[in-house]
């Protein structure tokens, strides 16, 4: 059956849905977006998603076409319509249609889109028990990395890349010192430290990363917000990612050498199972 989506006001057909042609995201990546999972029907972290939201539109000067009410009922409207129990909700807004000229329209009409993906087994990835592999590519992104833009080509190569190396995802590197993942935070572990990269225009402020730093310092782990290289990575006792959509995935390989014993460490399998539970307990 085709997926209810969420179109400018109008639940439709994903058959049925439409934007313009002059769309200023399709013709200027000018949007953002965030993407919410759902776990036995209910929303992860909804509020901290809606936050990031405002805050990449006001960034960007961009209007909000709708409250953060109106935002979690059409959330809510989605999961029941597609019956969603273990899946994700993306969602989409752009600066909206207008002929195409790079300076802004005057008063545009912001396009908002949401749909689902269904996700049977998303927190039982069988990856989070075997690790997965990166490789490191050159950072080659815009500066502001810390809004949530629609400006995917160079994560989605950064992706490819990694797949052409037999890897899962690739971590990005800027002047010797990995800024993050094409699609999620990147984080090393020594001893009982967990190192993450500082927030800065160089991340994005990773909703998931908020949650299992805070989590890890109620857990008596010690974190540092700093950058570190490829080289502490490739000689840490364990590393892993966080994102939506994985939540904390184990790394145990970079660039074909192991990390720590080349399997998930029990730091990362701990800040996973606590995450899991604490947000399945908060989730709307």
């Given at each position: 059956m085709a997926r209810t989506v969420y179109v400018n006001g109008e639940y439709l057909p994903e058959t049925e849905a439409k934007v313009s042609i002059f769309d200023r995201g399709f013709l200027f990546a000018d949007g953002v977006?965030?993407?919410?999972?759902?776990?036995d029907g209910k929303l992860i972290d909804f509020a901290g998603h809606a936050k990031r939201l405002q805050r990449s539109l006001d960034e960007l000067q961009m209007a909000n076409p709708v409250?953060?009410?109106?935002?979690?009922?059409?959330?809510?409207?989605?999961?029941?319509?597609?019956?969603?129990?273990?899946?994700?909700?993306?969602?989409?807004?752009?600066?909206?249609?207008?002929?195409?000229?790079?300076?802004?329209?005057?008063?545009?009409?912001?396009t908002i889109v949401l749909f689902t993906q269904a996700k049977p087994g998303l927190a039982q990835n069988p990856m989070a028990k075997t690790g997965?592999?990166?490789?490191?590519?050159?950072?080659?992104?815009?500066?502001?990395?810390d809004i949530k833009t629609v400006q995917l080509l160079y994560p989605s190569l950064g992706k490819m890349m990694a797949k052409a190396a037999g890897a899962d995802d690739a971590w990005m590197v800027e002047d010797g010192h990995v800024t993050e993942g094409t699609s999620n935070n990147a984080y090393i572990v020594k001893g009982n430290?967990?190192?993450?990269?500082?927030?800065?225009?160089e991340i994005l402020h990773g909703i998931t990363r908020v949650a299992?730093?805070?989590?890890?310092?109620?857990?008596?782990?010690?974190?540092?917000?700093?950058?570190?290289?490829?080289?502490?990575?490739?000689?840490?006792?364990?590393?892993?990612i966080t994102s939506a959509s994985s939540f904390v995935m184990p790394v145990v390989e970079m660039d074909g050498a192991p990390i720590g014993t080349g399997k998930p460490g029990h730091v990362t399998a701990r800040l996973r199972e606590i995450y899991l539970d604490e947000m399945r307990r908060a989730a709307i």
């Open positions: 977006y965030e993407v919410t999972s759902v776990l409250t953060e009410d109106e935002l979690l009922g059409i959330h809510r409207e989605l999961v029941r319509l597609n019956d969603i129990d273990e899946g994700l909700i993306y969602l989409q807004i752009t600066r909206g249609a207008a002929d195409r000229d790079f300076a802004f329209p005057k008063d545009p009409v912001p997965m592999k990166v490789i490191s590519i050159e950072d080659q992104r815009w500066g502001r990395r430290t967990i190192i993450t990269r500082h927030l800065g225009t299992v730093l805070r989590f890890a310092r109620e857990a008596q782990m010690t974190v540092e917000e700093r950058p570190f290289t490829v080289d502490e990575a490739k000689a840490a006792d364990e590393a892993f």
